[in-house]
């Protein structure tokens, strides 16, 4: 990675592993570097750079998918400074019909069949989301999925601090306003959170008053300006604080 002006960026590197939440603002998405969205805010007051590896509708399971297979965060990791998984918000979702079909839709073919299906999708995913049941991801399984994440980092970089988050909240009519599933996650990831001393932000904390306001994105799930601001206050002190049993903590600016 070079600088602007051509030489070597030797500054510490952010890595994000994320869902859209980290990237999509008031009216849609966003480039990977926006100056307004949270993994930049975070990587600015840190003096750091950011590499975020992000794409709408991650779960815990991608993120796993993401440390094994993008290359990169196998370029990333070496220079990191600190990891955050800011997945499992989706996890938690409603999800009544397969997650492996709404990710199959796309190949579809021929494309008037596609529209259709797609069709059917998107008018059976809200009305049946209102079951609360089941979730795109158990819990469970989201927790064995990040631990992985979490063990394959330390077995390499035993040093390198690792952060979590808790689920943000929603009010999208796509998931019929229903997020029973959040509660169950919670427990779960503040449970692996005290077992492995993972750092957890809590983006409901940070995000309800914007999420249930006007300034929110009017897809009910992402989030505006204000949120964006709030997570990278979080953010920060948790990157700030964070420790790991074989290293200090971190000593920034």
């Given at each position: ?18 869902d859209s939440l ?216 948790a990157v700030k ?13």
């Amino acid at each position: 990675m070079t600088s602007s002006d051509g030489s070597a960026d030797t500054r510490p590197v952010l890595l994000v592993i994320a869902d859209s939440l980290a990237y999509y603002g008031p009216k849609g998405g966003l480039p990977a570097d926006h100056p307004r969205i949270w993994p930049t805010l975070v990587a600015n007051q840190l003096g750091w750079r950011v590499e975020l590896v992000a794409r709408i509708g991650w779960t815990s399971r991608d993120a796993w998918w993401a440390v094994t297979q993008d290359p990169r965060v196998w370029a990333a990791v070496p220079r990191a400074a600190a990891v955050v998984f800011a997945v499992g918000g989706m996890d938690s979702l409603p999800s009544p019909l397969p997650t492996a079909l709404r990710e199959q839709l796309r190949y579809i073919r021929p494309p008037a069949l596609r529209r259709v299906v797609r069709t059917g999708y998107q008018w059976l995913q809200p009305r049946l989301s209102k079951l609360g049941r089941p979730v795109a991801l158990p819990p469970k399984l989201s927790v064995e999925y990040l631990e992985s994440c979490r063990d394959a980092l330390a077995a390499i970089r035993p040093d390198l601090p690792v952060i979590g988050t808790y689920p943000s909240v929603h009010r999208c009519d796509a998931y019929g306003r229903v997020h029973t599933g959040r509660a169950p996650a919670v427990r779960a990831l503040a449970a692996w959170s005290a077992a492995k001393g993972v750092p957890m932000v809590d983006l409901a904390e940070a995000v309800r008053a914007n999420v249930f306001s006007d300034d929110a994105n009017p897809d009910g799930i992402h989030w505006g300006w204000q949120a964006h601001e709030e997570v990278a206050a979080a953010m920060v002190d948790a990157v700030k604080n964070a420790r790991t049993p074989t290293s200090p903590r971190i000593e920034i600016g």
